[in-house]
């Protein structure tokens, strides 16, 4: 699961649901939740799967769990009424809840009435894995190398490379260079050996650098671009691989953390991330802490470009310390005097204002949310944001505040009936661009305006049949537009009749397509200009356009 | 050997800013030297490439690492003046100290002088491995759990217990490959770490009611009812949150370490090790005690063992309170002994039987009892010369709680004899077995409580033990076994096990078995013999109290040499060095 939206506050002011229904005393256990789990790949029902029903009714919530048998059978019985979310996992599947919002990809949470008969069949597909082993160039097995598995993966809007599989810690190469990666779902994967300062063995100086190993791709080349991915089906175990790894010089990077009243930022965690490579750094890179002086030494570097992040030691939800970062390129010797300068969180103030219209007096549109969405995770503190969430509070007379932001984030503002018309700070459009946060507070204003069009239609394949399930997306023609959360291209899923509907757009001229649900970054200029040619222009008015019929598109060219 | 030792970040080897430009009036000597070596394999003596090279001098906080190149070699350089200890690992090979040839010896420090470039070179020996997998009842794989190699050592009554470990861990197919080791014998070990939480079992189909399947992070595990006793369809809600612990299980499936099978470890080879773990339910033990006044006493240790002699908990001065209890203890009979100070200040002791079947057990209050008063003599049985005046003591060793603080008898108390080859036991408690410490040539032929022959089989000391006196006859007509070793390579070293050829008079601390370090030349003498027949083996490396296991010493009887032993007499035995492959 990608962490990409852990910044988001919803802050929703509409009215609350009507009056409790009368209750007796204690609720009856009547209802059942029951079915059967098993294999996506076999159909076969899968034994000793674990189920696991949360359960809410009132004045109680409980979690229980229940095994299947041979026949993949299980059965939940006398429960209350009340709401509850499904889940399924067995060893080596992959873990899936019953169900997810196409939306949102959250779980649903279901409603159990009274003497209710729920039966839910839930599939979980087969992980797969690979293995292999590493090599140096002289043939011997190499110990000690953290392989990862990259695939390639939406994350803040943009496609990148991504580690795949489970997120504990990796586990080094053995003494016969034995590595395997599991808990891989079908797809196609790029493997990664890496050692050194982008590892955990960062945090183990040397005084001495004799050389290492560049990151190195399955087979054997530092190049993403000339590597082999390997393909995964289903369930498949691919082993055997080998992967020699390219050894190179090293060298050491050493600076000082500094904050942001000008002293050193003591005991600071420095991390250590490529630049140009796979990102999400904390997954991948070495971390290493600075000395009392805020002085630090990465040793172990190879020759590349990288984001040197720096950060308070403790940061806690009260005191979310400070976080600054440094581009650093490695050529051919020791980089020297490298100044990580940190910052606290900043805040932004604004308030919200209607085309045409004096600021708003009243209450905020019904299900305002501001989203502040980060656009990498290199210039942001991963750890920051889970230990100091961004707070959102509404004010009076249409004003807000964000504040606990870091990085450079876009500002997204949703609402049912209001589009986003512009975002202006400092007398700059900065609707489309990130908002740099670097410790200085800031204040925007934010144009709402009521003209919103809506979209309604389904999707239809080359027998008119209509295609549940696929993905429809509505942009732009103007590529200037196609911006990372650009409010230009939006997409949704269509539901299992083929249906779909996307509102909260600006009124104007767009395209639209539908394609299979499974194309990786549907939001990418590569993808939106691969289908345009194959997409149906339209006109939105403000309202609702109807019966807009999509055929399908079996096979897109990027 | 544990592998390299995680180095703290903090402390980088930086010698002092790089030397000004030399004044000519003073002479400025340098303070700090190098050091510089190459690492290479010990059987093919080719280089070992990106080895990690260690450096620590604790004394002054000096911690430094560096690796290997291309070439096997490495250097440290600006190095204040001093002496250190050196250590070079690299997977695959056994980590080494420089100058500690024997596992467990300390190593020789290595000295840096100023402006010198001091030569640390190292071989390392190729390390064995062993991998296997882990399975649960239900032939799952058990997932990312730790897996220990425990290299096999004694504790003072010579029952095993666990030292200096390796760690890995499964992984989704449960696979574990545990490398790098020194070759020897190891126990191989898992458990779930810490308390699993196993949300609510429930029967595996509706009818089969008799199993729960409790899931936990490392795959499921399946708890069997008691036989005969078919659990109904479980209330869910009951069968929620329950917390429980999977006990250490050694291979080859046995959660008792005196049951666990070792594994041979050679350099260069891969042993399989594959075994099933299952759960558990464990429990714990509480118990208060009083005194014989009936009063809470202070109590000194108490000691928790299994039957099969694993030790599952001991503490010391409870300080004022008289509870005390042992936790976690999966299913097994188990012994417990405290000594607390009772009446007069003198210590009183107990012994309780417990069995531990998965519930809880909270012991009624019991009461200790002073030990046991014992005399006795020590005599000669001709032709022994007679008894020197001095120099002679007799020993009371604890079978049950060796090592139990408090304890008034044991190896660490000697008790002196008289001239008169008399003396007297107080407080004497448990089983006990007697052993003299005199000179190298003594040997026991019998020892007797009253009419009773006790010599190998001992006595427990319970309130209820008649006193009548202990006879322990000894003899200096014993014979003595001779030899040297032929030399290998370089010198000899370690130690020679002479043990009798019956397996009968093995086991803890069988007065028949004996070893000696090898003295330089390859010789050694071993003496206080009884007229018999003996195994003579050459031990490499002996953990303390090794020559107890009958494991160890079945193994040794393929490469030892058979000798006999007369009294009054000299054996001579010539022994083939032995090989550590």
């Not at chain 2, 430094?64 to 090979?93: E, H, M, V």
Request: aromatic share 6%; with cysteine; glycine share 10%.
């Amino acid at each position: 699961m990608t962490r990409a939206i852990a910044a988001a506050i919803a802050f929703v002011l509409a009215a609350s649901v009507g009056a409790p229904m009368a209750q007796e005393s204690s609720p009856r256990q009547t209802a059942r939740v029951s079915g059967v789990v098993s294999s996506a790949d076999t159909g076969r029902p899968l034994d000793g799967a674990l189920v696991e029903l949360t359960h809410d009714s009132p004045g109680k919530s409980e979690k229980l769990t229940i095994a299947t048998g041979p026949d993949g059978r299980f059965t939940f019985p006398a429960l209350a009424a009340g709401t509850f979310i499904l889940s399924a996992a067995a060893p080596r599947h992959d873990q899936a809840t019953y169900r997810r919002s196409q939306a949102t990809n959250a779980p649903v949470r279901h409603t159990l009435d009274e003497g209710q008969q729920f039966t839910a069949s839930i599939v979980l597909s087969r992980l797969g894995s690979i293995s292999g082993r590493i090599f140096d160039p002289f043939g011997d097995p190499v110990p000690g190398i953290t392989v990862f598995a990259l695939e390639k993966r939406e994350v803040a809007g943009v496609v990148r490379l991504v580690r795949a599989g489970r997120s504990s810690p990796p586990r080094p190469t053995d003494d016969i260079g034995q590595f395997r990666l599991s808990g891989l779902t079908a797809g196609d994967y790029h493997v990664v050996a890496l050692s050194g300062a982008l590892t955990a063995a960062a945090s183990f100086s040397t005084v001495a650098e004799v050389g290492g190993f560049l990151p190195t791709y399955y087979p054997g080349t530092s190049s993403v671009a000339e590597a082999h991915r390997v393909h995964l089906g289903t369930g498949q175990d691919v082993a055997g691989l080998t992967l020699t790894v390219i050894p190179t010089p090293t060298y050491r990077v050493s600076g000082t953390v500094v904050d942001s009243k000008g002293a050193a930022l003591a005991g600071a965690m420095v991390s250590i991330v490529p630049a140009d490579g796979p990102g999400l750094n904390a997954t991948i890179g070495g971390r290493i802490q600075a000395q009392h002086d805020g002085t630090f030494v990465v040793s172990r570097v190879p020759p590349g470009t990288y984001v040197v992040q720096g950060r308070s030691w403790i940061t806690t939800s009260d005191e979310p310390g400070e976080y600054g970062w440094a581009t650093v390129t490695v050529g051919q010797s020791d980089v020297r005097d490298v100044r990580i300068s940190t910052h606290g969180p900043s805040t932004l103030r604004g308030r919200f204002v209607y085309e045409g219209d004096q600021p708003i007096r009243f209450a905020i549109p019904n299900g305002l949310q501001i989203d502040m969405v980060p656009l990498d995770f290199d210039t942001e503190p991963v750890v920051a944001i889970s230990s100091a969430p961004v707070s959102v509070r509404l004010m009076g007379e249409g004003r807000f505040q964000v504040s606990g932001l870091w990085g450079r984030r876009l500002m997204r503002v949703r609402a049912s009936n209001i589009v986003t018309e512009r975002i202006v700070l400092d007398g700059k459009d900065v609707t489309e661009t990130p908002i740099e946060f670097n410790g200085r507070d800031s204040t925007v204003e934010v144009v709402l305006s009521r003209r919103v069009a809506t979209m309604t239609g389904r999707a239809i394949d080359a027998d008119n049949q209509p295609v549940p399930g696929c993905r429809i997306v509505l942009f732009a023609g103007d590529p200037s537009r196609w911006t990372p959360h650009s409010r230009f291209v939006t997409t949704v899923l269509a539901d299992s009749e083929g249906q779909f509907r996307i509102s909260g757009v600006s009124p104007g001229s767009y395209m639209s397509v539908a394609i299979p649900a499974d194309i990786v970054g549907p939001t990418d200029p590569e993808l939106l200009e691969a289908v345009r040619s194959s997409a149906i222009a339209l006109i939105l008015g403000e309202g609702i356009t109807s019966d807009i019929e999509l055929r399908l598109l079996g096979h897109v060219n990027r | 050997m544990v592998c390299a030792v995680a180095i703290s970040a903090t402390v980088v080897a930086q010698g002092p800013p790089s030397q000004p430009a030399r004044d000519s009036r003073v002479d400025r000597s340098p303070v700090t030297g190098a050091l510089a070596g190459r690492i290479v394999a010990a059987d093919t003596e080719q280089p070992i490439r990106w080895a990690s090279v260690g450096l620590f001098s604790p004394e002054r906080s000096f911690f430094a690492t560096t690796n290997t190149d291309a070439d096997g070699r490495y250097a440290f350089r600006d190095l204040p003046a001093g002496d250190y200890t050196l250590r070079a690992s690299k997977g695959g090979f056994v980590s080494t100290l420089f100058g500690a040839s024997k596992l467990l010896e300390a190593p020789a420090r290595i000295v840096v002088s100023p402006g010198r470039t001091t030569s640390g070179d190292l071989a390392l020996e190729r390390g064995g491995a062993v991998e296997g997998r882990i399975l649960n009842e239900a032939g799952d794989p058990v997932q990312d759990v730790p897996v220990h190699a425990f290299f096999v050592a004694y504790d003072g009554g010579g029952r095993r217990k666990m030292a200096a470990d390796t760690v890995a861990r499964t992984d989704d197919q449960g696979y574990f490959r545990l490398h790098s080791l020194a070759p020897g014998r190891y126990f191989i070990q898992t458990s779930i770490p810490g308390v699993v939480s196993a949300s609510a079992g429930v029967s595996r189909t509706e009818d089969q009611a008799n199993v729960r399947v409790y899931g936990t992070t490392s795959g499921r595990f399946l708890i069997r009812a008691e036989p005969g006793r078919a659990e109904p369809s479980i209330d869910l809600r009951e069968a929620a949150q329950t917390q429980a612990l999977f006990p250490a299980t050694f291979h080859p499936g046995t959660t008792r370490l005196s049951e666990a099978t070792s594994v041979s470890i050679e350099a260069g080879r891969t042993a399989s090790a594959s075994f099933s773990i299952s759960y558990l339910p464990v429990a714990s033990w509480t118990g208060s005690v009083e005194d014989s006044r009936g009063r809470p006493p202070e109590i000194i240790s108490a000691m928790l063992r299994s039957r099969g002699g694993a030790l599952h908990g001991s503490l010391t001065n409870s300080g004022t309170s008289n509870q005390f209890g042992f936790t976690p203890l999966p299913p097994d009979d188990y012994v417990v002994g405290v000594i607390v100070r009772g009446k007069a200040k003198e210590p009183e002791f107990a012994v309780r039987s417990v069995r531990i079947s998965g519930q809880n057990v909270a012991e009624p209050t019991f009461r200790t009892a002073p030990g046991v008063t014992l005399s006795g003599t020590i005599e000669t049985v001709a032709p022994s010369s007679p008894l020197p005046p001095t120099g002679i003591s007799v020993v009371a060793l604890a079978t049950l709680f060796p090592g139990l603080a408090g304890d008034p008898h044991g190896k660490e108390h000697p008790l002196p004899v008289a001239a008169d080859g008399t003396f007297t036991f107080k407080n004497l408690f448990g089983p006990r077995l007697f052993r003299i410490e005199a000179g190298p040539a003594w040997a026991i032929t019998a020892i007797y409580l009253g009419d009773e022959e006790i010599t190998d089989r001992g006595v427990d000391f319970t309130a209820t033990t008649a006193t009548t006196r202990l006879r322990v006859l000894v003899t200096n007509r014993t014979g003595a076994i001779i030899g040297s070793i032929a030399a290998d390579r370089g010198t000899t070293s370690g130690q020679v096990l002479v043990f009798p050829e019956s397996e009968v008079h093995w086991g803890f601390d069988s007065r028949l078995t004996k070893i000696t370090d090898v003295l330089p030349g390859g010789r050694f003498e071993i003496k206080g013999l009884l007229p018999g027949r003996y195994f003579v083996a050459h031990v490499p490396e002996l953990a303390p109290g090794g020559w107890a296991d009958a494991d160890l010493l079945r193994g040794l009887k393929g490469i030892a040499t058979l000798a006999e032993v007369a009294d009054s007499a000299e054996t001579p035995v010539m022994l083939k060095h032995a090989r550590t492959k």
